[in-house]
């Protein structure tokens, strides 16, 4: 089955890139999300990429797929305190006859001053 | 137009009793997931509805757990006797259909504390 794995902690001074990784391990995975979640609130799709795509840019968010690793990116640029979460990378995986989405422990991201 | 919402947001419950969560999924998605958070961890599939039917339950941790759906809309999920280990944020999330391209929307989620 599929895997998916993060760091845990990101810290960033304001202004600076962001850039959070994510590995899975099912290669069949056709579709890998971001989502991100603020504290006491659901999770909030922030972005997807299609496993055909290696880049997809939007506005301050830019998603790279190294399919063949097996390694997904996001990275956002200009980092703001309101963009203070837990992001989480999950990769959607096949089963049963159904899409299922898999995800990674999440990274929490911490902006200071 | 109104997003998923979840009830009760919080809910403290002692060991042993039991506990109804209870998802209202976008109107017109067919597909609903219920999955676990539980503290420092990723998020936990639970179960999966198509309509009223859940063709999977097997990430369901025990059989304490159940979960329906009535409707083609709002689904429950049940806790019986509860263990602390069960204490979690659960969140639900619908979608328009099974299909990879339907993005899974998700609710605020339900904090359970079981003491």
């Known amino acids: 089955g599929e895997d998916v794995e993060q760091s845990l902690f990101l810290s960033v001074r304001e202004g600076d890139s962001s850039v959070i990784n994510c590995t899975y391990t099912?290669?069949?995975?056709?579709?890998l999300y971001w989502y991100k979640q603020e504290p006491g609130a659901g999770l909030q799709l922030l972005t997807y990429?299609?496993?055909?795509?290696d880049m997809k840019q939007d506005q301050r968010l830019t998603v790279l797929l190294n399919k063949k690793d097996k390694h997904l990116s996001l990275r956002i640029a200009d980092t703001q305190t309101g963009d203070s979460a837990i992001y989480f990378c999950a990769a959607i995986m096949f089963s049963g006859g159904y899409n299922k989405l898999i995800f990674g422990a999440g990274t929490r991201l911490a902006v200071h001053p | 137009g109104a997003g998923v919402s979840q009830s009760p947001s919080n809910k403290v419950t002692e060991k042993g009793k039991d506990v109804e969560l209870r998802c209202d999924p976008i109107s017109g998605h067919t597909a609903l997931y219920w999955y676990r958070q539980s503290l420092g961890q990723g998020l936990e599939f639970l179960i999966y509805f198509q309509g009223n039917s859940a063709p999977d339950k097997s990430g369901l941790p025990s059989d304490r757990f159940s979960a329906e759906r009535t409707g083609g809309s709002v689904s429950t999920l049940t806790i019986q006797r509860t263990q602390q280990e069960d204490s979690a944020v659960y969140l639900c999330?619908?979608?328009?259909?099974?299909?990879?391209?339907?993005?899974?929307?998700f609710g605020p989620g339900t904090r359970l504390t079981v003491l």
């Open positions: 990429i299609f496993s055909n795509m």
């Open positions: 099912d290669s069949s995975s056709t579709y």
């Open positions: 999330a619908s979608s328009l259909s099974y299909r990879e391209t339907d993005t899974q929307y």
